[in-house]
């Protein structure tokens, strides 16, 4: 069956580290994976895309990387701070339709 | 913002009650799509749109229909609900190979 897994589902650092969480999948073929931001009571906000054909995508303070190889994707928040706080979900998109494929998420919390 | 509001937000119903939840948007955006959010099981895909008329199933789909005669608009119904339906229940919509943008969710609690 098809499986989308992420590290823990809670993850704890200090304020100025490097958070980094792991999306691996089973059973797809992804065109692309995301990552969303969600903080409680709110609908999930994107932060990031990277493609099959991409090893890496920065954008500011987030680096994605993306193994087909392994079937894993980290997400590196650098220098985090409090406002990081929040729920990280990965996503994939199928390359046979238009369905997106949810992990359960991990969530993250800086301590000051 | 995306221009993407859900109704209504917050609802309570009885066992067997027929329900609808609408999705509006703004954006004109070709792709709709309607999610259920519960603990430990992350947002898994209920229904979704590619079109005006044109949907179709998503994972946990049994027990849910949904109707799109306005590129607006994106309802679903729960025609007899369960207490299994109680959750969070996210709009998305989406143009393209972009990201999704998603509603601020519907909180359903099923009696």
């Known amino acids: 069956s098809q499986k989308i897994e992420q590290n823990s589902e809670a993850l704890n650092i200090q304020e100025g580290k490097t958070a980094t969480l792991t999306c691996n999948y089973t059973n797809y073929s992804p065109a692309y994976l995301q990552w969303y931001r969600q903080d409680p009571g709110r609908g999930p906000v994107f932060l990031l895309l990277?493609?099959?054909?991409?090893k890496e995508k920065r954008k500011e303070r987030l680096k994605v990387t993306f193994d087909t190889t392994l079937k894993q994707s980290l997400f590196h928040i650098t220098a985090s701070q409090p406002a990081d706080s929040a729920t990280y979900l990965c996503a994939l998109r199928s390359n046979t339709g238009n369905q997106f494929y949810f992990g359960t998420g991990t969530s993250l919390t800086v301590i000051p | 913002d995306a221009g993407i509001t859900q109704s209504p937000r917050h609802k309570v119903t009885e066992t067997g009650t027929p329900v609808t939840l609408r999705c509006h948007q703004t954006e004109n955006h070709r792709y709709m799509y309607w999610y259920r959010q519960d603990p430990g099981h992350g947002l898994r895909l209920i229904h979704y749109s590619y079109g005006v008329k044109d949907t179709d199933k998503g994972e946990v789909s049994d027990g849910y229909s949904v109707s799109r005669s306005k590129t607006e608009d994106f309802l679903l119904t729960l025609e007899s609900a369960t207490s299994s339906q109680t959750s969070v229940y996210f709009c998305?919509?989406?143009?393209?190979?972009?990201?999704?943008?998603f509603g601020p969710g519907t909180r359903l609690t099923v009696l």
């Open positions: 998305a919509i989406r143009e393209a190979d972009t990201e999704q943008f």
């Open positions: 990277i493609r099959e054909n991409e």
